[in-house]
């Protein structure tokens, strides 16, 4: 006789437990030749189903061999042992198995799913093999919608969904009412008749009575090995699934159609009997294929296995999906903020830049000191009206404007109020932006003339002149009057706060009529166009040195504003994006948390799909895109939240709107993916290494 289907060489299975080894097989032979019936029995607990799961590659032995077709399966790694069960075996268990999430005929594709087989492909065959099992209306119920004998047909068909030429059948009518069970052995009969090889698990003597060779465990040793003379069954056992499916009918009259075609089908044409034979996997791959044809099939299933992978992540998200929303929060939260604080910080930075510009980017400041908050500023009185008259007469600035700053107590009528007194230069208000909105500006005549006239802002005229017209009034500065001849406004909400009142005097009325001081607080220049400012601030910083004869004094000009404003915007939008980066983080931590939960409450799934052919990487696909999926849709609906914030600012801030760049939200988006498949790793792979036969075995 050739080489058995099947041949066990003192294989035995051992399990630790605790401190002891048992021994859960003793060293058994068995041959099991391709096309038989075998039923295994004995008591509970005598090692049957351990047997089972050895046969069917779940789990692996202890000790001696296992040859299937003659090959040694020791030497086969985990994927080669996935391949075997996803080609050769199908499994059908005494709790069905099947995926509650899932409609009947997406229960019976899955196999042909880790298969490879094309979409179109498994669809047709689920369906014709539903339709076998007389179940052609119920494919699209799940298996909760379904009865328990129902239930177990789908399981057979899904047994049978990349051929199933060894069935393994463990306790299959053990949850079944006896007229269900029937049924069940009657197909397997059937499918027995047609040559696939049965090997069924049962305790009870009449379901084993059925096979050709009862094989007889107790406390893990086979005590009895004996092929019976065929059984009394005679009738051809199609007929007799026909007849056990016709008794179903009279129950069920609408089915009865289904059940005729079904059984005219098998006995008119047993070519196209869609059962199929074992052997049709062998012809199907019959290499007539090209190997372009090859690698673009093998490219097409990669897709695939992507597709249902996510489908099936969808699925599962879809079933819990406020649990997978409050996983989402900690990313969306996270998301929203970097997009919209990164969004904000663009945003008041183009504001500040462009109230710069239309300030004029050719303005230098200099002031007394070193720097900002230097302490001696205030007895350096070096910076005067003779270093003004010789940046005046430089080639390349436009004006020059000192200023001279102090403050009063201003007072009109019985009104007072104290403000800021400062003493400017013709050319002040066209240097910092201001636009005159009533009367006339300081001229230069009044600078010579020393005339005590001012040129007020609206605050000014709010908190001390009330609603009278404010030209030609007479305002007391301290103890010197002065009449009010223009008024202007400031539409830049930069440089000087418009909270206080100021008021601006020629600033040689300042210097001679208000206090006696003769150096200035600050002189403001404007370089001509056409010149760069950078040229012409180290020219003017030059000439003052050379004429202060120490560099006492420091330039500050709108191009050092905005690179300021920009090392600004870029510490803060840093600052944040680290706090969100600490969000994320957190939010990753949550996805984890909640993958590792999945994970344990889908053992049983992953048992599942392990058995029936998933590959360890297909598990660990399937989990990781669910983990992407999660944070992935919490990114976008974080970039959404974002958005909207940005929609809802821009109706409460008119000054200034966020700016989305389309780099930050890639970058959102990147980083999201990023968190998914860092965090969703660790859990993917926890569920890749699962023990199949432990994780069927939870409950
Ligand atoms: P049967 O299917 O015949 O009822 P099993 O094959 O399930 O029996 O179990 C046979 C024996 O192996 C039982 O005594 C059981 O307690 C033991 N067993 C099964 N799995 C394990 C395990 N993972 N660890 C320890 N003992 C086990
Ligand atoms: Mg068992």
Known sequence: MSEPLIRLKGIERRYQSGEQEVTVLHPLDLCIQAGEMVAIVGASGSGKSTLMNLLGCLDRPSGGQYLFRGQDTAHLDAL?????RCHHFGFIFQRYHLLPHLDAAANVEIPAVYAGTSRTDRQARARALLSRLGLADRSHHRPGQLSGGQQQRVSIARALANGGEVILADEPTGALDSHSGKEVMAILKELHAQGHTIILVTHDMAVANHADRIITLRDGRVVEDSTQAKAA??????????SLLDGRVVEDSTQAKT????????????TEQIVSQPDEQKVEASPQATAAT???RAASQGWDRYREAARMALHAMLAHRMRTFLTMLGIIIGIAAVVSVVALGQGARAKVINDI???????????????WGDEKAASIQTLNERDLDALLGQPYLEGASPQIATSGQLRFRNKSSSG????????FFRVKGMTLTQGRLLDERDIQNRTAVAVVDGKTIESLLGKEDPIGQVVLVGTLPVRIIGVVTQETGFGRSSQSVSIWLPYSAVMSRL??????????????????????????????????????????????????????????????????????????????NIMLVSVVERTREIGIRIAVGARQSDILQQFLIEAVMVSLLGGLLGIGLALLIGFVFSLFVESFQMHFSLFSILMAFGCSSLIGILFGYLPARNAARLDPVEALARE
């Open 80 to 84: 080669a042992l996935a391949r075997l």
């Open 233 to 242: 069954t005679t009738a051809n056992p199609a007929d007799q699934i026909a």
């Open 259 to 270: 059940v005729t075609t079904t059984k005219a089908a098998t006995t008119a044409n047993p």
């Open 294 to 296: 090859t690698a673009a």
């Open 357 to 371: 510009n239309a300030m004029g980017t050719n303005t230098i400041d200099i002031f007394p000191g070193k720097d």
């Open 420 to 427: 800021n007194v400062v003493g400017v230069g013709s050319d």
């Open 515 to 592: 206090i006696s001081q003769n150096h200035f607080s600050q002189i403001t220049i404007r370089v001509k166009d056409g010149i760069q400012p950078a040229l012409a601030e180290q020219a003017a910083v030059a000439l003052l040195t050379q004429r202060h004869g120490v560099k006492d004094f420091f330039t500050f000009s709108s191009d050092s504003i905005i690179k300021s404003v920009e090392k600004t915007t870029a510490t803060m939008t840093l600052l944040v994006s680290a706090i969100a980066v600490i969000s994320l983080i957190v939010g990753g931590v949550g996805v984890m």
